[in-house]
């Protein structure tokens, strides 16, 4: 599997409106109707999978391997938030990325998310128990 040549410094920029399936009340993370923390997660992570996807080739993927939240702050219904992913670190087949989340100028959550490069049809084979 040849990997490709990533540098630090890659990033990419997602946004969501927070809308009721967002909150800790719709997801069971909590009983208020804010951001919920494991959208958050979600956000940050869709934000490293956009980082890389369109340099990734063609049978290859990224998985998560490990993840840090820290939930800085609630967010209410209707504001939009950011989240911004840069790659902090390469490591062999193993992507560090840095994600900040952040609703206007304030700092939501900062997510600390690995994700690891694999042959994609291996690892649903695998998943699948072929």
């Known amino acids: ?17 927070v809308t009721d399936a967002d909150t800790a009340q719709a997801l069971g993370s909590g009983d208020v109707p804010v951001l919920a923390t494991p959208r958050v997660l979600a956000l940050a992570e869709v934000a490293t999978v956009a980082a890389t996807a369109r340099t990734l080739p063609g049978g290859l993927t990224t ?22 992913a840069t790659l902090t670190k390469v490591d062999g087949r193993t992507l560090v990325f840095e994600v900040v989340v952040r609703d206007g100028e304030k700092t939501v959550a900062e997510v600390r998310i690995e994700r ?12 699948l128990g072929d």
């Open 1 to 17: 599997m040849q990997l490709p040549d990533f540098s630090p410094g890659l990033s990419a920029r997602v946004e969501l409106t």
């Open 63 to 84: 998985v998560g391997k490990r993840a840090e939240v820290e939930h800085r702050a609630a967010v209410p219904l209707g504001h939009r938030v950011t989240a911004l």
């Open 116 to 127: 690891v490069m694999l042959d994609r049809q291996r690892f649903i084979a695998k998943a």
